[in-house]
């Protein structure tokens, strides 16, 4: 899985979007999500979103994949998955919701980037959550 998630993070980060190649990685990643980690389903969802490739099959399963492994995500992880998400407009508020909480414990690691795709986020899904904010706003600082 990591090297699908690689080519993808590739690509985007190319900003080329080769479509039959993306399709064969998202079919690809679906028929193996159980088995990515955190960083290659953080990657893959950043990757689809970067390229602004609305694929939902593989973004509600690597929501759903996410969910069941939040407790394993960096920061870096959470708020580049709460960035793709927000950045595809796919409301997932089970996901959200969850990205919010698990952010809060760790948002002491957080770099300014980390910080800024997580008050982009929020600000993208209307969220006002207030614990999130809080944090977020003494971390800048």
């Known amino acids: 899985m990591q090297n699908l998630s690689n080519t993808a993070w590739a690509f985007a980060t190319l900003g080329c979007n080769h479509g039959p190649l993306l399709d064969a990685i998202s079919a690809a990643s679906l028929t193996h999500i159980d088995l990515c980690l955190a960083q290659e389903l953080s990657n893959t969802a950043w990757s689809f979103a970067t390229l602004r490739i609305f694929d939902a099959p593989l973004m ?23 960035w793709a998400f927000a950045k595809l407009h796919l409301h997932v508020c089970p996901l959200r919701n969850a ?43």
Do not use: G, R, Y
């Not at 690691?109 to 207030?130: K, V």
């Open 60 to 82: 509600n399963s690597i929501a759903a994949a996410s969910l069941a492994k939040l407790s394993d995500f960096q920061v870096q992880n959470l708020a580049n998955t709460a």
């Open 99 to 141: 990205i919010a909480s698990a952010a809060i414990s760790k948002i002491h690691d957080c770099h300014s980037q980390s910080i800024s795709n997580f008050a982009w986020s929020l600000a993208t899904f209307e969220m006002n959550w207030a614990p999130l904010i809080c944090t977020l706003q003494s971390s800048s600082i």
